[in-house]
């Protein structure tokens, strides 16, 4: 069974930075890609960042340029480096893990609140 622990979350005031991780429990062998989504109250869940099992990386159009997503060399672990945050960067942000063979996980989310 896979688990995602993600830590890093909280407050943090406009224009600064806030640093996530997410350590993934399980095999490594067949990951496919690992990243991050996040939903804001009341929206769906967009694409913030993904990295692919060749290092290829995705962004979602809100976040390029500012956010920065990479992984550890174990590669079970991906960091996601946010600066220049802006309050539309509030929500709760989720970790997820795919597997070339389909299967999907997600972690339980930490809120990430941007405010003065």
């Known amino acids: 069974q896979v688990q995602l622990e993600e830590s890093g979350g909280g407050l943090v005031q406009p224009g600064g930075s806030l640093r996530l991780s997410c350590a993934a429990s399980?095999?490594?062998?067949?990951?496919?890609?690992m990243g991050w989504y996040r939903q804001a109250p009341g929206k769906q869940r967009d694409l913030v960042a993904l990295?692919?099992?060749?290092?290829?990386?995705n962004y979602g159009g809100a976040v390029r340029g500012r956010f920065t997503i990479s992984r550890g060399n174990a590669k079970n672990t991906v960091y996601l480096q946010m600066n220049s945050v802006k309050p539309e960067d509030t929500a709760v942000y989720y970790c997820?893990?795919?597997?070339?063979?389909?299967?999907?996980?997600w972690g339980q989310g930490t809120q990430v609140t941007v405010s003065s």
């Open positions: 990295i692919y099992s060749q290092g290829t990386t």
């Open positions: 399980g095999s490594i062998l067949s990951i496919k890609s």
């Open positions: 997820t893990l795919n597997y070339y063979g389909g299967e999907n996980y």
